[in-house]
């Protein structure tokens, strides 16, 4: 995990200072995305499953589908900056979107899950 926010961090850098950028490019959110989204949320997520156990089948298959929706984001976002950096004329905005809606339905059905075991115990 670690080797995949460090390598956003040093891309975005050097790949800048390559080409002379220096305006904004959604390169420079790759790293914060990749740390705030996989690194904090699963250490959250470790301490809510050690207190509730709300950890079964279904709940994997949506943080499976969380990753696949987070890798896509990242993915997407990088070749964004590319784009922005390079100047040229490509959109892949709709993709990033799709993107972030997978991200959201995952994480709404990770935290429903985590509510009705709450609920449940209680």
Known sequence: MSK?????????????????????TTLSVVHTHYLMLEMVLFLLLV???????????????YLLFYHIGLNLTVFLLTIRGVVQVLSLDASIAVLIGIAHLILGISIVL???SIRNCVKDSF
Do not use: A, M
């Open 110 to 112: 990770v935290l429903i």
């Open 47 to 61: 301490v809510v499953e050690k207190n509730f156990h709300f950890i079964d089948n279904k709940v994997l298959k």
């Open 4 to 24: 995949k926010i460090g390598c956003g961090g040093v891309f975005y850098r050097e790949f800048t200072k390559l080409n002379g950028f220096t305006d904004f």
